[in-house]
């Protein structure tokens, strides 16, 4: 098999229009369409994943991997099974490469070890890592494809079991740290946009053997760390953390956006570091995605997406692809509010499901996600200025009580104010109206 021909049944994709029946072709995402400010390529800056749709092999608590990825040794067809780790590792980056290129996204992410394999000692992963990114930098420059942030897998090996910036032992502290280090300067080398800590362990099972004012310390001096180290060499990309209220943890420390927010003030860090949030995760929390971009707007912290979606009836984080047209226009509507993206995008952290095992499923949900993302960039764009006026005129009777917020009266001279003063008679909410509104936008919006 020659990696380059690895999804050979499939072209480039291409915009042919809401009309279009080709289940291959992009109905709503239409690159170079101005939307209001930017092109539609500009808003959305689409990434995609390398360690769902690349190195996961389709294995789940209950079974064995099912996906056709023979880079993967344990992958069905075994086909892996006599090839060099790193030999592996570079089928991988082609095929994920051709994706990238065929599919027209802009962006990749990567933890480390999704791209170069770990080594026994420290020092070879290290290495390993070195060689990949050459070899990523080389199909970086042939497709023009960007790297929209690299991360660290701080979880997954055994030692992290415990957590790895909380962990009880110093010595897995410092392992973490040097993962860390090594891979904010190979995503430097990549010229990466943002660089991205999902707090993978950092969380407790039990509070029976947990310091938590001592673990939280030792996070916030790990991310200070990160910070100075950031600027040591020089890195100019965003760092971001990533939300999330539990899994695999019974209680994660980055909860939420607020929760996040809260912890970046205790540190010092609310101007150095903002938030991936992600959509799945949110919901994972018991808040709407809108309602974490809005918090993060509202906070400075605004940084990136991972937009995926979870599932009404299974409450872990699935990762699905996007399919709620609604859901993703409060998103959008929020993010516009916001201005939009500076170094952040909108990443597929989505997984197949595990049935999906014909090659060109990775395109069909690709394309979907994109599809329903772009559709919601014209809802949420088709519909924020009529918003915002409705919003605006409900707030409209501040215009005249400057003097409260600006300090210059006191409780007392309200209170003398309301002995002679009238009955408020409040102000409609119109939720209905509103919702209908959206409705009507979402039916027309093209
Ligand atoms: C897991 C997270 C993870 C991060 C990257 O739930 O979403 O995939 O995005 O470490
Ligand atoms: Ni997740
Ligand atoms: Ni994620």
């Known amino acids: 098999m020659s990696a380059e021909t690895f999804f050979a049944n499939v072209d480039k994709i291409r915009y042919e229009g809401p009309d279009s029946d080709n289940p291959l072709a992009f109905r709503w995402y239409d690159a170079d369409r101005v939307v209001r400010d930017r092109t539609m390529a500009e808003h959305l800056r ?4 390398y360690w769902h749709s690349f190195a996961w092999d389709g294995s789940d608590i209950f079974g064995a991997g099912t996906l056709d990825r023979p880079w993967n040794p344990a992958t069905a067809s075994g086909a892996a099974a006599a090839l060099e780790p790193m030999d592996a590792a570079r089928l991988k980056m082609a095929a994920a490469f051709e994706f990238f290129e065929k599919l027209g996204a802009p962006f990749f992410s990567f933890h480390d070890i999704d791209i170069a394999p770990p080594g026994k000692t420290f020092a070879e992963s290290a290495r390993n890592l070195d060689e990949m990114i050459d070899v990523a930098a080389g199909h970086m420059e042939r497709t023009g494809t960007n790297l929209l942030w690299g991360t660290t897998n701080a979880f997954s090996h055994p030692r992290f079991m ?5 962990n009880p032992d110093p010595a897995v502290f410092q392992y973490a740290a040097a993962q860390v280090a090594r891979c904010l300067s190979a995503t430097h080398r990549l010229g990466g946009a943002n660089y991205v800590l999902w707090g993978g362990r950092e969380g407790y099972e039990t509070l029976l053997n947990t310091d938590m004012r001592r673990e939280l310390d030792q996070l916030g001096r790990f991310l200070n760390m990160v910070v100075e180290h950031k600027h040591a060499i020089g890195f100019e990309g965003t760092l971001l953390i990533e939300p999330k209220p539990m899994e695999p943890t019974k209680h994660q420390y980055d909860y939420d956006v607020a929760t996040v927010f809260a912890f970046l003030q205790r540190h010092g860090l609310e101007n150095e570091i903002k938030v991936n949030i992600e959509v799945n995760h949110a919901t994972l929390s018991g808040h709407d995605f809108h309602h974490e971009v809005a ?16 599932d009404d009836r299974l409450g ?12 993703m226009s409060l998103g959008m509507l929020e993010i516009l509010r916001g201005g939009g993206f500076t170094t952040g995008g909108l990443m ?9 095992i014909e090659r060109d499923d990775l395109f069909h949900g690709h394309i979907g996600g994109m599809d329903v993302m772009a559709r919601s960039l014209l809802v949420a764009a088709s519909m924020i200025d009529e918003l915002d006026a409705r919003r605006d005129a409900r707030y409209a009777g501040w215009g005249q009580r400057t003097d409260i917020l600006e300090g210059n009266v006191t409780l007392q001279q309200l209170h003398d104010a309301q002995l002679t003063g009238t009955e408020p008679t409040g102000v409609s909410g119109r939720q209905e109206a509103l919702e209908n509104l959206v409705q009507r936008h979402i039916e027309r919006a093209r």
């Open 316 to 327: 872990w984080d699935l990762d699905r692809f996007p399919v709620s047209v609604e859901q």
């Open 162 to 166: 415990a957590g790895a910036a909380t």
């Open 348 to 356: 597929f952290d989505t997984k197949l499901r595990r049935q999906s």
């Open 46 to 49: 689409f990434g995609v994943c």
């Open 295 to 310: 918090t993060a707007v509202n906070a400075g912290v605004f940084g990136s997406i991972d937009a995926n979606a979870g």
